[in-house]
Every structure is written in C-alpha cells, then in structure tokens.
C-alpha cells in the first residue's frame, strides 16, 4: 500500500508540474502585452518599458517561470495585475461562488437524475419510460448557454419570478442551478452511479459558461475576464489554483479505490 500511495504521489506531482508548465509558456507565447492592456495604448514606450521593468517582464523566460514556480511552491500565486489584489485571496473569494453554484447543480442533478432513472426501471417498456429517456437524450444535447438563456427569458424577463443576473438578490441561484444541472441530471438518469465523480467534475469546471451569463462571481468569470486584459498572473494562479483541487481531489478517490479494492494496487496480481 506505502510503495502505491508514493507512486500516486510523484505521478500527482508530475501532473502538477506539467499543467504548470505548460500554462506558463503557452500564456507568454500567446500575443498580447499585458503592459500595454494595462496601462492603455496612449501610455509612451519609456513608462510601458520601467513598468515592464518593475514588473520583471523583461528577465528571461525561463528565469520568470522558475521565479513563479518557487513563488507557488511558497504558496505566493503573485498579484493580479489589474485588481492590485494576491491571487490566492481572489480565488478564495471566488471559489465560494463557484462550489455554492456547483453543489446545488449537483444537487439538483443527483435528485432529479435519480427519479427519473428510477421511474424509467420501474416503467420500462412503457410511455413513461420512452418519455423519460427521450427527456434525458434532449437534456444532454442543449448546451447550457441555450438552456440558461431560455430560462432568462422566460422567468426572468417575462414571468419576473428570478433575477435576471447577480448574486446578491433572493433567489439568484436557482435559474444557474437548474441551467448547469439539467444535462447532468440527463446523464445520471442515463448511466450507473459509477459516473458520478465524472459528472462532479464536469460540473465544476462547466460552470464558467453558467457563471458569466448571469454575471455570478465565481472562478469561471473572473478567469474569462482575467483572459480578456490579459492578467497572466490571476490567470496562471487561477489554472494552478483549480488544477491542485482536482489532483488532490482524483488522488483521495485512487487512494480510497485502493483501499476498497487490493486489486488496483496491486496492478491485478490478485485475480492472476
């Protein structure tokens, strides 16, 4: 068991450190000048090259990524360059808005998944079933954007049951819910309980469409919006920030599949 759990470990950390690496250099070879977004395209060459300067922007690219890597391992994300704030505090900001979005849509999707899956067993065969499936293969096809502007439109604009967008009036939750639950509800309704950590994870990284059509605080947008000025250091901090989660996050469910099942640690040896 000791010789799998560091073998899960290093591969973890290699994971870590690939995803680190390559988000790094991809984002320093995508054009655009983080400097000029922010400091404005009027702002003269001598002070957009003191702020690049003063920013380190001008070092070596391998000198920046190893500077940022021992930043990180530090647990120092850097600062955003246009909110002025740490990383680190901005992604736990967010990551609150984001989990509540995500446990709900859970939620919901588990609950609704379930009864229909059930009712489809119980009744299968019949009208009931053929309806329900029919639902199910229609859930998982709408894209989420299609499904939340529908429901924008219809008890937002129209009925004026929920807010349009935000988070801060009653109820501001339930239209984003339902919008990334519906297709997950779909697929439990479609497949065994095994799926349900993939579903999990779907549903926390598909939020960031979710997320910015009703204008919710969460990881998804902030990350839309850092992308948009080009904010590498929230961008990379928030990558990292979300990658760390879903490694530990795989690397209690392997462990704990260890633990439940010899055979996966032992590579099959005990079936051979």
């Known amino acids: 068991m000791r010789d799998y759990l560091i073998k899960r470990t290093i591969e973890a950390l290699g994971v870590i450190l690939a995803i680190a690496a390559i988000t790094f250099f991809v984002l ?18 001598a002070t957009v090259q003191q702020v690049r300067h003063s920013m380190g922007l001008d070092r070596p690219v391998l000198e920046q990524f190893f500077g940022w890597l021992g930043n990180m391992l530090r647990g ?45 067993a119980v009744y299968h065969g019949k ?29 937002a604009l129209n009925l004026k049951w929920f807010p349009l967008a935000g988070v801060k009036k009653a109820g501001a939750f339930f239209l984003p819910t339902i919008a990334l639950g519906v297709r997950y509800a779909a697929s439990i309704a479609r497949v065994t309980r095994t799926s349900m ?11 960031i469409l979710i997320e910015t059509i009703f204008a919710i605080p969460g990881i998804g947008s902030m990350l839309l919006t850092a992308i948009n000025q080009r904010d590498l250091p929230l961008i990379e901090g928030g990558v990292m920030y979300i990658a760390l989660i879903c490694v530990v996050v795989y690397l209690i469910v392997d462990i704990l599949y260890a633990v439940v099942d010899p055979r996966i640690r032992l590579g099959g040896e005990v079936s051979e």
């Open 28 to 45: 320093n070879i995508v054009p655009g000048d983080p400097v000029r977004v922010m400091l404005g395209e009027m702002a003269d060459e």
């Open 76 to 120: 120092d994300l850097g600062t955003s360059y246009t909110q002025r704030k740490p990383v680190i505090t901005l992604m736990g900001n967010a990551l609150k808005y984001t989990a509540r979005l995500a446990g709900w849509a859970y939620l919901f999707a588990l609950a609704l998944g379930l009864f229909m899956g059930v009712m489809a």
């Open 127 to 155: 009208l009931l079933d053929r309806l329900l499936m029919t639902l199910a293969v229609a859930g998982i096809s709408a894209p989420a954007f299609w499904v939340a502007v529908i429901l924008q439109i219809v008890f």
């Open 197 to 207: 950590l993939e579903v999990l994870s779907d549903i926390f990284t598909g939020s």
